[in-house]
Nanobody
Framework: QVQLVESGGGLVQAGGSLRLSCAAS????????MGWYRQAPGKQRELVAT???????NYADSVKGRFTISRDNAKNTVDLQMNSLKPEDTAVYYC???????????WGQGTQVTVSS
């Protein structure tokens, strides 16, 4: 099984920055695609950024140029550097790992990000 733990959330003013981190542990024997998703109250969970095992990244249009996803394969961690934060970025941010070994995604518990205007 795989466990994911997010950290780094908090309250920040618009224009500020935060860095989220996700640590994966468990029965991981290969590099898996990972990503960050977010969910605001009353809204569907949406993709923020993904990164493949080879480091190819993809971003939602709303965060392009502001957020950067990165990974450390040796440590099984993935980070999300968030700059120029906007109030609309306020949400619970979830880390996801797409396990090829188990054939399903694993989700973290989420970390709250609140951006004040």
């Amino acid at each position: 099984q795989v466990q994911l733990v997010e950290s780094g959330g908090g309250l920040v003013q618009a224009g500020g920055s935060l860095r989220l981190s996700c640590a994966a542990s468990g029965s991981i024997f290969s590099i898996n695609p990972m990503g960050w998703y977010r969910q605001a109250p009353g809204k569907q969970r949406e993709l923020v950024a993904t990164i493949t095992s080879s480091g190819i990244t993809n971003y939602a249009d709303s965060v392009k140029g502001r957020f950067t996803i990165s990974r450390d394969n040796a440590k099984n961690t993935v980070d999300l550097q968030m700059n120029s934060l906007k109030p609309e970025d306020t949400a619970v941010y979830y880390c996801k790992l797409d396990s090829r070994r188990y054939g399903r995604p694993y989700w973290g518990q989420g970390t709250q990000v609140t951006v004040s205007s």
